[in-house]
């Protein structure tokens, strides 16, 4: 079965400054998705980033971007010039040929 | 974007009774439907996972009985938690991922409703 660990529980950033949440994962199916989900204190899911495993290029969405490292099966986000409005809990999820698989979560607080 | 949409928002009901949720696809049709649960500060737990005209799919350790889910068409599911108990007490979400209708999710992207505060007394 496939498993997504997020070891940070808790993150803080300052605004405007640079934060990466970090992601591992498992898995022996040699074709998946990787995802980002943003949880605002709204409980709304946002997707926020996807990355196809075929693709080598780390995917951006703007002032998110991720570090894919397939071999180490690492995920990690990071979030630029961070906003109040980032703060939020982050889920790292995992989705091959079964169901989506999310991390523990990790809550971010963005500090003025 | 694809959007789905929950309701009731928040309910809160007495011990004993059985509350329903309903979860709509407003822009696209919904193959697959999913069901989760989640805790305060704590991650989604999914507890089915439904297809249009057959029964769902359960989560281990998920009381199938107890939570009855209809997948009657394409831009509609419904969770029933029947006799429900202050344990029952949670967010419920849903989430639906389809290919078919005006508007066709990128990637067999899951999309996922605002969720549904249940509150058993």
């Known amino acids: 079965a496939q498993t997504v660990t997020q070891s940070q529980p808790e993150m803080s950033v300052q605004e405007a400054e640079t934060v990466t949440l970090s992601c591992t994962y498992d898995t022996s199916e040699s074709d998946y998705y990787l995802f980002w989900y943003k949880q605002p204190p709204s409980r709304q899911m946002i997707l926020v980033i996807r990355q196809e495993a075929y693709k080598q290029q780390n995917a951006t969405e703007n002032r998110f971007s991720v570090n894919f490292q397939k071999a180490a099966k690492s995920f990690s986000l990071k979030i630029s010039d961070s906003q109040l409005g980032d703060a939020a809990m982050y889920f790292c999820a995992y989705r091959g040929y079964g169901k989506l698989t999310f991390g523990q979560g990790t809550i971010l607080t963005v500090h003025p | 974007g694809a959007v789905v949409s929950q309701h009731p928002s928040w309910v809160i009901c007495k011990s004993g009774t059985s509350v329903k949720i309903e979860c709509r696809s407003l822009d696209f049709q919904a193959t697959t439907m999913f069901w989760y649960r989640q805790f305060p500060k704590q991650s989604l737990m999914l507890m089915a996972t439904s297809n249009e005209g057959s029964k769902a799919t359960y989560e281990q350790g998920v009381e199938k009985d107890k939570f009855l889910i209809n997948h009657a068409s394409l831009t509609l599911s419904t969770l029933t938690v029947t006799s429900a108990h202050p344990e029952d007490s949670s967010f419920y979400i849903c989430?639906?991922?389809?290919?078919?209708?005006?508007?066709?999710?990128?990637?067999?992207?899951?999309?996922f409703g605002p969720g549904t505060r249940l509150t058993v007394l």
């Open positions: 989430s639906a991922r389809g290919g078919l209708g005006r508007l066709v999710p990128r990637y067999n992207e899951q999309f």
